[in-house]
């Protein structure tokens, strides 16, 4: 069956709300995701009954129409109060459909200023500069924000915006003292391993004379540019000290210091984009309040200029390990020893590019008419539940491709996994955030003994300038980094707000994959991230920078429809399982 004879069936039985047939068009095992549209939420229904129960309870509301085939597998169609894009894919030439996307792009009436809808600009009372200012200096003291986002960081900066462009009055609270200070103060050859074509931000992309992997600082100067042309309301040097929700008004009551001084906020919805890499994992060790040299975590490190000479050990084999033992060993340390306590996915760059990345992210990609749009798309495409076997081949390729590396690597002690099932580092990353690095150097400065290894170990105890390993081992340490990762952000909930909200709400990130750090059941979408949770007016927004980008559009529509009193009922709020 072609995919325009299938939706015309599909749209035709959902306008005549017969469920039965609607669900029938689908492979009993089939997947629909759908993003905001029908349920107000993010919500996969995997086979049929849940996707006939999920009709039951939004289809008399969303009364979805105007079902559009489009180039390929792409559609467009409207709900009772907005419009949306989906995709729809069909294997072995199947009259069934087995996966399904519809995703809410806009509201009707209530769409962005952009385009021919623009505004002229042309001003016969007060200059922009003086109603820019007025707005600037009045939100969050003369009149209250809907949205406070705590976190001005790219998640917050992303959502920000989105929120501007809909008119959703919007003030962003942040620590530090200008946007793009979180890569601005980080140690200084930091450089994103994502290529540029993954990371633009909504609405400005990045010049075309961009550098492929971004350094940290072209982007901390970035996000501040983008603050500004963005005309957001970002007060820095803002420290949120607590937060707490008041039932009866239906706002939050928010406490920030503000360049020394207490001010009381009061918005309606409360915005944690704190980041996944916002609180530290700290292990307490023996013998750590009497090092005579300096123990960090990794987000402390300020580079490797002080440590040459030195003996250095960092503890951890993810992203930041081998980033800051490539650093220090380039600055001239005289030992740099990793410790590895887990088996590592490691990827080559240009493999990755290659194989993942490249056939949506990349020049050619856009050549071949592959917007950032389209491809933020046809990843979210992909229900969770399937993507380890979109990818095992993948790293399969990968594993043959790049032999010589992971023979060097095993070599030299290091321990290499594609993950539990083979499905490498985008499927990791869903389920916790961490455990891998795309090698631009590192892994072949192990295999070259510039950074030496101990495997298969942890650290006991620290001496007086040493580190004590588990298997007796005692190596010398002027400096120690723990690049140990960071914990959920619900602990930012715990932190600002209470411990009871943080147990209400639950864990965040994680598909319940029930692998390592990612507890079962399933739950086929990120908990808590980008949809309503269990406490009112409380939500996530972090991620990567592509991540930050596309899922900002479907909580920047949420938050927009609540604040013009557009009926949201919400599908299936997840069960707290893990606290």
Not at 307 to 317: A, D, E, F, L, P
């Amino acid at each position: 069956m072609k995919p325009a004879d299938w939706l015309q069936k599909f749209g035709s039985a959902l306008e005549k709300g017969d469920i039965n047939a609607a669900a029938g068009l689908f492979e009993p095992d089939g997947y629909w995701r759908d993003l905001v549209s029908f349920t107000w939420n993010l919500k996969t229904c995997e086979g049929r009954a849940e996707i006939k129960a999920m009709l039951a309870a939004t289809l008399a509301g969303a009364r979805p129409r105007n079902f559009a085939a489009k180039t390929g597998e792409w559609f467009t169609f409207e709900t009772a109060v907005g419009r949306g894009f989906g995709h729809m894919r069909f294997r072995d030439k199947s009259k069934h459909c087995w996966t399904l996307l519809t995703t809410l792009q806009e509201l009707k009436g209530y769409e962005e200023k952009a385009g021919a809808q623009r505004p002229s600009g042309i001003s016969h009372g007060k200059t922009w500069l003086e109603q820019r200012t007025q707005e600037s200096a009045e939100l969050g003291v003369l009149h209250q924000p809907y949205v406070l986002i705590v976190g001005g960081g790219q998640g917050g900066i992303a959502l920000a915006a989105r929120l501007k462009r809909l008119q959703v009055p919007t003030l962003v609270v942040e620590k530090n003292e200008r946007a793009g200070d979180s890569w601005r103060k980080r140690y200084k050859s930091l450089c994103l391993h994502d290529p540029v074509w993954y990371d633009h931000m909504p609405y400005l992309p990045f010049p075309d004379h961009w550098p492929v992997f971004s350094p940290k600082d072209k982007i901390a100067d970035w996000l501040e540019m983008y603050s500004r042309v963005m005309e957001l309301d970002y007060w820095g040097s803002t420290l949120c000290k607590r937060a707490r929700y008041d039932e009866a008004a239906g706002e939050w009551e928010v406490l920030v210091i503000r360049e020394g001084q207490p001010h009381t906020l009061r918005p309606k919805h409360l915005v944690l984009a704190t980041g996944m890499s916002g609180f530290p994992n700290m292990p307490r060790m023996t013998g750590s309040e009497t090092f005579g040299g300096r123990l960090v975590h990794s987000s402390q490190y300020a580079g490797g200029a002080d440590w040459q000479g030195k003996h250095c050990v960092v503890v951890g084999s993810g992203t930041s390990g081998h980033d800051i033992c490539a650093d220090l060993s380039e600055q001239g340390a005289e030992t740099v020893t990793m410790i590895q306590r887990a088996p590592t996915i490691v990827a080559r760059s240009e493999t990755l590019m290659d194989l993942a990345w490249g056939p949506l992210y990349s020049e050619q990609a856009l050549a071949r008419g592959i917007s950032t749009e389209i491809a933020d798309l046809s990843v979210a495409s992909v229900p969770f539940k399937v993507l380890p076997e979109f990818q095992k081949p993948l790293y399969k390729t990968m594993r043959e491709r790049d032999a010589a590396l992971y023979a060097g690597l095993e070599k030299a002690g290091f321990q290499t996994t594609f993950g539990e099932d083979g499905s490498g580092i985008h499927t990791l990353y869903l389920r916790r955030g961490a455990g891998y690095y795309i090698e631009t150097g590192a892994s072949q400065m192990i295999i070259d003994g510039k950074i030496r290894l101990r495997s298969r170990v942890s650290v006991e105890r620290i001496g007086e300038r040493s580190v004590h390993l588990s298997d007796g081992l005692e190596l010398p340490a002027d400096l120690v980094v723990f690049a140990t990762g960071y914990g959920s952000m619900n602990q930012w909930a715990r932190e600002l707000i209470s411990n009871a909200v943080a147990e209400k709400v639950g864990k965040v990130w994680g598909l319940g994959s029930d692998t390592k750090d990612d507890p079962g059941p399933w739950v086929g979408e990120l908990r808590n991230m980008w949809k309503p949770t269990q406490q009112a007016n409380l939500w996530f927004q972090g991620g990567n920078l592509m991540q930050s980008r596309h899922y900002s559009l479907y909580l920047a529509l949420q938050l927009k429809a609540r604040m013009e009193g557009i009926a949201t009922p919400v599908y299936y709020v997840e069960p707290v399982h893990h606290q």
